[in-house]
């Protein structure tokens, strides 16, 4: 397929590549050749596409784009395959006197050694890489570890967690970034979430999944109640290298710690299982936690209209979104909340999501969810999201917190919350 995408001859629909060359082992530059290859942009899309669907799942996570300079990249790595049978067809032969695809004049010997390297690469076998992200809102009492990913104290980023090919030097685990042989600034972290993945942008996902199933565990008070404590945040990748990347913090900034101890281990086991589930069930609700994750920042409408495309993702039906929604959100609230204030509720959707009212504090359907039931839609919303994300998901493995100033408050305003 790539191949009958590739020309000798430019056109203005092409998409021109040079590159230099050489064996395996050889530099490209010292002994190696140059090259350009030109790429019909309806052949490479197409190519794309296919792998996308069809090869090692972390191509799934990227873009179009991103997957057909993936392929380019393996022609360029791998052209000493094809490279004589290249020169005789673009100088003298088919490439040269029609402007013929190079899958005319590649000799059949030569496409099956390219197409048993390609079957070999990381485009068909899932790569595997860890990529480490510090966290200062989550300490850790007992540390987590399982195949796809591991939660632990700041100094347990220790060399039998990662790939070979590392030694004690290359490591100093309580900063980040963790590497020994580092002189710029470094930062204390509270622990390590490290993902196991076939890229950084994998690794994300299963971040974004994780912290939105910690981010359920604080009393529904606490879980948007923040500080104005500055935090860090980046990710170190493990991948035969050392690199790293500084970025935004992985949570925000909680007013009081999340603790991981033994008692979450065994919904930490649910979620390891569900992360890597081929079933399309574990897979949306893997989603609605990338959701919960992404609506956990400080503004309130922001978190609004990302919080019912957690719901949509574990319930929604694309032909009765709402309806569906309503019947399996009723049963896990209780009556409480019935079909009229659920229908009112998910009412708001249609204001917020398709243009009624950006801002949801503008929407008439709040004032009158305010007015009929006496109390804020958004928080209804952000409860009962959560609610329904625990028992679908992890079912009594996984439960709310109590307030970490409980008894204080019942102390002082004889409150029970």
Known sequence: MMLDAMFCQRAPDRRQHSF???????????????????????GLLKAALFMRRNAAAH?????????????????????????????????????????????????????????????ASDLFVEPRQLVTFPLVTVRVAEEFECPTFFIVKPDGLKLSRLPPGYIDADLRSDSFPPFGRWDGTRRSPSSWLGVWAGTAEVAKRHRAAILGAVALLPHRMERYLFSGRTLFGGLCTF??????????????????????????????????????????????????????????????????????????????????????VIEAVGPV????????????????????????????????????YYERYEEDATRDLEYIVARCLQTVIFGSALRERPHTHAALIKQHTGRDI
């Not at 360029?76 to 490279?83: A, C, E």
């Open 20 to 42: 230099m060359y050489n064996k395996p082992g050889g530099h490209p530059f010292v002994g190696g050749a140059g090259f350009e290859v030109n790429y019909e942009g309806r």
């Open 59 to 119: 191509l799934g996570s990227l873009s179009v784009s991103d997957v057909e300079k993936v392929l380019t990249d393996f022609i360029s790595n791998n052209f000493w395959i094809i490279g004589n049978e290249a020169w005789d067809g673009c100088l003298l032969g088919a490439g040269q006197s029609r402007d013929a695809p190079f899958a005319e004049f590649v000799s059949a010997t030569t496409k099956q050694r390219l197409t048993e390297t390609i079957a």
């Open 239 to 324: 991948a035969g290298s050392l690199s790293m990347m500084s970025g935004d913090p992985h949570t925000p900034a909680l007013s009081e710690d999340i603790l991981i101890g033994k008692a979450d281990h065994g919904w930490l086991a649910v979620l390891a299982d569900k992360l890597v589930s081929p079933t399309k069930v574990d897979k949306r609700r893997m989603r609605a936690l990338e959701y919960f994750y992404r609506a956990w920042v400080p503004d309130p409408t922001r978190r609004f209209p990302t919080l019912f495309g957690a719901l949509d993702a574990i319930y929604g039906d694309a032909g009765k979104a709402t309806q569906s």
């Open 333 to 368: 609230m209780g009556s409480a909340y019935d079909y009229d204030r659920l229908k009112l509720l998910l009412g708001l959707r249609a204001s917020v999501i398709h243009g009624g009212a950006p801002n949801v504090y503008e929407s008439s359907d709040y004032h009158k």
